[in-house]
């Protein structure tokens, strides 16, 4: 079959990707594969079972809409968070692809309200309170979709692509692309049965997301799409009671503090910040098992959680930074049997592991009930580990009280951005009529700018008709 132009990967980056041909009048048939379920049909059944049944694929981190959306589904509004992307088509035309994105996502039924403005003096203090720790605080206005409010918002987008023509393949495998002397002419794919189908297309869009990093990175090595060795996030979920976080959740909602602490002086960073949240468990299709962060509108917890990330970067020859760190997930859920493993922060410190015993005594109590209390560290990387103890220790300048002995610490939490894919302003990659957005390119990092990336992409593909 022939299509004008076939977008593999139904998350922010396609779905925005799709939305701005439509509304820019593009008439031309346009085919969405997806490797998980329509939006409708993601239902994780730990809510009813209590446990992860690693479901293939995760309905968490597959499916319309993608895995953002069903963490805690925030739209970070300043274009100096998301990834390089202003680096490749200018900051001033991120910032103004930001807010015409966020006025889309207004128009389908996001919150009105937006965190972190307003509050001056607070956020001076704070500040302040950073610079003297040695920490960076970004600021950045948070429009919160909320996890349960984003499934509504994301579905209310699928019918309208449907409605508009958009033709969508679920639970559709792509197997490789056709690529033949650098130009990209169409897919393989497989369906759930795993019947094989070859599909054409004038312009073949690849937005996987972190969920197909890894696969995208063995495409650019097979087909030698031009690429650089990307970074890996190592790091781990923090998670402290409410009390801890209330000014900094009242003020900023999410605080996004950066750092480059001794002695290796790699960066690290705070990310996905869910006052009132729930940690969460994903598993990927190789049953390695990651922890994330929900943040829903209405149901809350008497915690705050938060990842705290360290940027990997690799040089030659080392090319596979995205099989490091999923080893070191690996050990990780080694330790743990399969499950998310927890420890106290004093216990790291003090060198013992950390018993369920006193877990069931402690202040904080884990809001995921199923992770297993035992010792990160003989599995995290001494140089990562080094790095967050030492942050987290500046972090408790900023909110006094995060750096106390019964505050929870959560592993493997990870990041996988694909190998950079080499690209101009216009999106054009080392092969013909290949495009690769969203954060499986290695440009992007979350829900806004991967959808801005689909905008700017549509934006391309219409002004050369």
């Known amino acids: 079959m022939k299509y004008d132009t076939i977008i593999v990967g139904a998350g922010p980056a396609g779905i925005f990707t799709a939305l701005e041909l439509r509304n820019k009048g593009y008439e031309g048939s346009i085919l969405i594969i997806e490797k998980g379920s329509a939006i409708e049909n993601r239902k994780c ?28 589904g925030k739209l970070s509004l300043n274009y100096e968070v998301g990834g390089d992307l202003p680096d490749l088509i200018g900051e001033q035309y991120a910032q103004e692809l930001i807010d015409y994105a966020d006025q889309i996502y207004l128009s389908f039924g996001a919150d009105h309200k937006v965190e972190g403005v307003g509050h001056s003096e607070e956020i001076k203090d704070i500040r302040r309170r950073a610079i003297m720790a040695g920490l960076k605080l970004v600021d950045c206005p948070i429009r919160h979709l909320g996890t349960e409010k984003a499934q509504e918002l994301y579905y209310a987008i699928e019918q309208h692509l449907l409605e508009n023509g958009v033709e969508m393949r679920f ?41 197909g990093a890894d696969w995208l990175a063995r495409v650019c090595i097979v087909h030698g799409i031009a690429h650089i060795a990307g970074t890996v996030d190592i790091g781990v979920r923090v998670e402290v009671r409410n009390e801890i976080m209330e000014t900094v959740n009242k003020v900023l909602y999410e605080s996004k503090l950066i750092g480059y602490p001794n002695p290796f002086k790699d960066k690290v960073r705070t990310f996905c910040q869910n006052p009132g949240g729930f940690v969460a468990q994903e598993n990927y299709d190789n049953d390695l098992a990651v922890v994330n962060g929900h943040s829903y509108k209405e149901r809350k917890s008497d915690n705050t959680n938060l990842a705290i990330l360290v940027s990997q970067n690799f040089t030659e020859p080392f090319h596979q930074p995205i099989t490091y760190a999923k080893k070191v997930g690996e050990l990780t859920n080694m330790l743990g049997a399969g499950s ?12 013992k592991r950390t018993w369920q015993k006193e877990l069931s005594r402690s202040n904080v109590k884990p809001s995921l009930p199923d992770a297993v209390a035992g010792d990160i560290t003989a599995a995290m990387p001494y140089r990562a580990m080094t790095g967050i103890i030492n942050f987290i220790k500046s972090l408790d300048e900023v909110v006094p009280g995060f750096a106390s002995k019964e505050t929870l610490l959560y592993s493997p939490e ?26 499986s390119s290695g440009w992007t990092r979350g829900l806004m700018m991967a959808s801005v990336m689909g905008i700017h992409m549509a934006r391309v593909l219409t002004a050369s008709k």
């Open 45 to 72: 059944p730990k809510s009813k079972t209590g446990h992860c049944a690693s479901c293939k694929p995760c309905h968490i981190t597959t499916g319309f809409s993608g895995a953002g959306a069903f963490s805690d």
């Open 171 to 211: 639970r559709t495998e792509c197997l490789d692309l056709l690529i033949k002397n650098d130009v990209c002419t169409g897919v393989r794919i497989a369906d759930k049965k795993g019947n094989e189908e070859i599909l054409e297309a004038d312009h073949i869009i690849v937005g996987v997301g972190r969920r």
């Open 340 to 351: 998310i493993l927890v420890q106290r922060f004093g216990d790291i410190l003090d060198g």
């Open 414 to 439: 990870l990041k996988f951005y694909s190998n950079k894919v080499k690209m101009d302003k216009d999106l054009r990659t080392s092969v013909k009529n290949l495009y690769c957005l969203g954060d």
